[in-house]
C-alpha cells in the first residue's frame, strides 16, 4: 500500500498565493508598458556643441513582447523621432521599456539600426556592481572637457544601467531574451 503525503500532492495555500495569485494580480497594475528611446538630439547641423541628451516617448503596449517588437519596428521604420516638437537631428543610442510605475523592463542598445536587448542582472550583488560601475563612469564624465567625451562615458553607464532590470521583472526579461525572435 502507496501513501502519499500531503505535501506530495498539495501546495500549501500560502505558497500559491505567492507564486501564482500574487504575480497575477501585480501584473495588471503594471500596464501598459511604455516604449522610450534615449539619444542625442540637436535642433542645428548636429555638431557636438549644439546637441544634449533626450528620452522621446514612443508608445505603449500591453505586453513585453509587443513593446519589443513596437521598439524595434519603430527603429527600423527611422520613426522615433517625429511629431510637431521633433528635432532636426536625433540619434538614438538605449530603447527602454518601463511598466507604469517607471520600473526598467527591459533595455536595450542601439547598434547599426538594431535593438541589442540586454541582459537583466541575476542578483542584487551584481546590481550593486553595475551601479558602483556606472556611478565611476559618471563621475568621470564631468572631468573632460570636451562634451563628446562627456557624452560617451555617460553613455557607457547608461548602457551598463540597461541591466538594471527591476526585481518584479527581471524573470520575464531573462525568459523574454531566451526566445528566438528576441535574438
Known sequence: MTTFSSFDTFRPIS??????????L????????????????SHGDGEAGDSFDRIIPLGECLSAEDAMR???????????????D????????????????????????????????????????????IVTEASRLRGMAFRPSEPCDARRLRYRAAALEARLVDP?????????LRLPQAA
Open 168 to 176: 518584479f521583472w527581471r524573470e520575464t526579461a531573462a525568459d523574454l
Open 70 to 84: 513596437f521598439a524595434s519596428l519603430r527603429l527600423s521604420q527611422g520613426s522615433i523621432c517625429t511629431g510637431p
Open 86 to 129: 521633433s528635432f532636426t537631428h536625433f540619434r538614438p543610442r538605449i530603447m527602454l521599456i518601463e511598466d507604469r510605475e517607471h520600473r526598467l523592463v527591459l533595455a536595450g542598445c542601439i547598434r547599426a539600426r538594431a535593438i541589442i536587448w540586454q541582459q537583466p542582472v541575476a542578483s542584487d550583488a551584481e546590481a550593486r556592481r
Open 15 to 24: 505558497q500559491m498565493v505567492a507564486t501564482d495569485v500574487m504575480p497575477a
Open 26 to 41: 501585480a501584473r495588471p497594475r503594471t500596464l501598459p508598458l511604455r516604449v522610450s528611446c534615449l539619444g542625442t538630439a
